[in-house]
């Protein structure tokens, strides 16, 4: 696999914390991972993990790539990495950054577990 300029390789930490506001669980990432969290804030809006269907195609060699939005953010989705993007974010955070497919799928379905009693 070629290199990509901003690539990100998952080995970071995260912290879950509850927000008893909305009662979702809440994923925290250090700032430079924001969109992270912005990806799965736009999942709740849904409550559900809109975005794993497409992932899924990509993986099973259905499509080459896929590209979804949601309210905030828009995915690239390639089977080795994905872009995500968001226009309106705050200056200390990236707007558009490559993370690892399979990455992103673990952590969207540990969102997923986390939060199962919140989904449609």
Partial sequence: MKPIKGLILMQLNYFIEFDATDEW???????????IEYLLEDMEGFSE???LPYFQRVIDGV?????IGGNMC?????KDTTLIEMEFIPDDVPNNQYFLTND???????????NKDKLL
């Fill in 104 to 114: 992103l799928i673990k952590i969207i379905r540990h969102w997923q577990v986390e």
């Fill in 25 to 35: 669980k809440k994923f925290r990432f250090p700032k430079q991972f924001g969109l």
């Fill in 49 to 51: 993990p809109i975005y």
């Fill in 74 to 78: 828009w995915l690239e989705i390639n």
């Fill in 63 to 67: 499509s080459e790539r896929e590209r």
